[in-house]
């Protein structure tokens, strides 16, 4: 717990010097939130620190999801002790290798916190089919995912029938619809990561071929991330601008995306304090979105009206 302390000191005093701000202290801008978020791994190994070296030697032998399992579950409690302690903690997450190390090994770790109003979410379906973003949306009960951008690739399903026979190309299909509707209609949000995931992903070198259209038309809740701000050397505002030069996405899908971003934070602070918070964000939005237009409007060249003759030619 010292560390994530320590961490929160930094963050702590990052937040209030931002929220010092002449434009926050009046009120014409959003004051800066900030919660944390501790991650456990899929797979662990005993180099990875002390603690993973101790597991390592008191359950010689032991099978190593199990012991991944065994981790995660001391994060999740760490977690709880956390925020008990009222330290800003809002959420576990679980990263690492997705081949062969699946999320609902570690399933009690979710549980653990889903019954303690800790906000979950689950990197899947970076690396890995269809079957990662079922087993962390159904099995594990995520509220987000991290990439999700194997999620429409049918052809990396690897699920067999009770037969032993590989699924037939309707029932792929019956498959990942059964996933997209859990996920729109849960409003489990996508942590959309569009950089990162050209540079770790070689058939998104080039981004057109992304599916975040698939998002869109599906009405996914979406939060533009980073993903790592510091090794892919990118902001959220960077993230922004990718989507409007890739997709042209209109203004009514930008605004979703700037405010369901929002929506699916996980909030330090109760729910009617989050409430608040977003209509402040929403009031902001519309503000700038008003100087925009107007300042969009001052530069359009000026027309002289069609008469109504030449209209109708």
């Known amino acids: 717990m010292d560390i994530v302390s320590s961490v ?12 010092q701000r002449p434009e926050i202290v009046s009120g014409r801008e959003p004051e800066f939130k900030y919660g944390m978020i501790l991650c456990a791994m899929r797979m662990i190994n005993q180099h990875m620190g002390d603690y993973f070296r101790y597991l ?6 032991e099978d190593l999801q199990n012991l991944s399992a065994m981790a995660s579950m001391e994060v999740a409690k760490l977690c709880f002790m956390c925020m008990e302690a009222g ?16 999320a609902e090994v570690h399933k009690e770790a979710f549980i653990y916190c889903y019954e ?21 949306v159904k099995d594990c009960m995520v509220r987000r995912i991290g990439h999700g951008t194997q ?3 049918k052809q990396a399903i690897h699920k067999r029938t009770a037969e032993g026979r590989h699924l037939t190309r309707s029932e792929r299909r019956e498959y ?7 996920i729109a209609d849960n409003r489990v949000a996508l942590e959309v990561c569009l950089k990162s995931n050209s ?23 979406i939060a533009l991330s980073t993903d790592n701000r510091a090794i892919s050397r990118v902001s959220v505002t960077d993230e922004y601008e990718r989507v409007i030069n890739l997709f042209n996405v209109n203004e009514r899908v930008f605004k979703n995306l700037c405010i369901g971003g929002f929506k699916a934070a996980f909030f330090p602070g109760p729910y009617l304090k989050k409430r608040e918070y977003i209509a402040k964000i929403i009031d902001f939005y519309e503000e700038k979105m008003a100087q925009f ?12 009206e069609m008469d109504e003759t030449l209209a109708d030619e």
Request: a positive charge; proline letters at 7%; hydrophobic letters at 30%.
């Open 56 to 61: 390592y030697e008191l359950h010689v032998g």
């Open 199 to 221: 540079q770790t992903l070689p058939e998104y070198r080039d981004l057109s071929n992304h599916p975040f259209p698939h998002y869109i038309r599906n009405k996914f809740r």
């Open 293 to 304: 237009r107007k300042k969009a409007d001052a530069t359009k060249p000026k027309y002289r």
């Open 87 to 102: 330290l800003p903690v809002v959420g576990f997450d679980l990263a690492g290798r997705e081949d062969g190390f699946p």
């Open 176 to 182: 990942v619809t059964d996933i997209v509707e859990w």
């Open 116 to 136: 303690r109003g800790i906000g979950t979410t689950c990197h899947a379906g970076e690396a890995y089919g269809p079957e990662s973003m079922k087993s962390a």
């Open 8 to 19: 929160n000191d930094g963050l702590k005093q990052a937040a209030d010097e931002f929220n």
């Open 151 to 153: 999620l429409f690739r």
